[in-house]
């Protein structure tokens, strides 16, 4: 069982920055790697950014490349997303998710309960 919470959502001008924080809770460790997927009204629920438990090895989505940051703490317990330079097509509900393996990463099988970004221009 693992347990994800995520913080630091809200309201942001664009051009400005928000950190999201996910603090996960039970059985993880470097085989479970973190991430993070966003979904907008109406849209489908689109990948943004993963990392490796351990290893620090990144992916991106093209849409967030050079603006978005996936971090995680020295604990391993908790992963970041720094945003900057926040576009008001960045608007959504982001969800920080974790993975049985890397190979599994676009396909979480634990999620937190999203928090909501808001962009306006």
């Known amino acids: 069982q693992v347990q994800l919470v995520e913080s630091g959502g809200g309201s942001v001008q664009a051009g400005g920055s928000l950190r999201l924080s996910c603090a996960a809770s039970?059985?993880?460790?470097?085989?479970?790697?973190m991430g993070w997927f966003r979904q907008a009204p109406g849209k489908e629920r689109e990948f943004v950014a993963s990392?490796?438990?351990?290893?620090?090895?990144?992916l991106y989505a093209n849409s967030v490349k050079g603006r978005f940051t996936i971090s995680r703490d020295n604990a391993k317990n908790t992963v970041y997303l720094q945003m900057n330079s926040l576009k008001p097509e960045d608007t959504a509900v982001y969800y920080c998710?974790?993975?049985?393996?890397?190979?599994?990463?676009?396909?979480?099988?634990?999620w937190g309960q999203g928090t909501q970004v808001t962009v306006s221009s």
């Open positions: 990392i490796r438990w351990s290893g620090g090895t990144t």
């Open positions: 039970g059985r993880t460790g470097s085989g479970y790697p």
């Open positions: 998710a974790a993975s049985v393996s890397w190979s599994a990463t676009l396909r979480p099988s634990y």
